[in-house]
């Protein structure tokens, strides 16, 4: 299946990054809006209101849903399990990707129908929209989303800070030592920092910081373990 538009249900920082970072690959990408759209606001993509209802005949007449992949991109978590369950049930084959907030989402966006699921930390919405400017990310994101990958994104929170003594988190080969790409942290005080940013050069590692971490899940359990990671 030649897979030439995407469908991405979210105008929020979340739906706009995503969109920005697929331009590459897709022909047409549409961002749909829960809710009245300010015509004066300016977007680089096209914008389209819905609603949560059942009734999806307008958008397979107006998009090529057989040759779509779908973004399930909304704020409220709720509202976006409902939207991959309504989609899911008129739309048996389409590849749907949902953005959860934490674990316990992720599980009913999976039982909804997603077809991916990848979780962000529910504490701050700028750390997925720097992951997403950065080459290393979309190489990494490309391979979750669009490869027969077992790839997963976890966020760990740090118990044992010892074996990361004076060493800063940028200068740590993360995938020759762990197995494993940390992309992110965020700080007890919610301030996130993406990995190679010039501000981890002088921040070390400590017990409560939040590593957002990409591995395979044996070496992500393992990973957790030697950090005493929750």
Do not use: C
Request: proline content about 1%.
């Amino acid at each position: 299946m030649n897979i030439t538009s995407a469908l991405i249900f979210g105008n929020n920082e979340y739906g706009q990054e995503i969109a920005k970072n697929i331009t590459h690959k897709y022909s047409h990408i549409t961002i749909f809006s829960l809710g009245e759209i300010n015509k004066e606001e300016h977007s680089d993509f096209n914008l389209e209101k819905f609603d949560l209802s059942d009734d999806w005949d307008a958008l397979r007449n107006e998009h090529d849903t057989k040759n779509s992949i779908v973004f399930s991109a909304l704020s409220d978590e709720s509202e976006n399990i409902f939207l991959t369950l309504s989609l899911r049930s008129v739309f048996k084959d389409i590849t749907i990707i949902a953005l959860a907030k934490n674990n316990e989402d992720a599980n009913k966006l999976k039982m909804a129908g997603a077809s991916k699921v990848i979780p962000i930390v529910e504490t701050t919405a700028n750390i997925i929209t720097d992951m997403l400017k950065k080459p290393i990310i979309t190489e990494v994101l490309h391979s979750i989303l669009y490869e027969d990958s077992k790839l997963k994104i976890i966020q760990i929170e740090v118990a044992n800070e010892e074996i990361f003594t004076n060493q800063y988190p940028a200068d740590i080969d993360w995938s020759d030592k762990y197995g494993v790409l940390v992309l992110s942290i965020l700080h007890e005080d919610e301030s996130s920092e993406f990995i190679y940013s010039s501000k981890t050069k002088h921040n070390y590692i400590k017990n409560g910081d939040i590593l957002i971490v990409v591995g395979y899940e044996k070496d992500l359990d393992k990973f957790k373990k030697l950090i005493g990671g929750k």
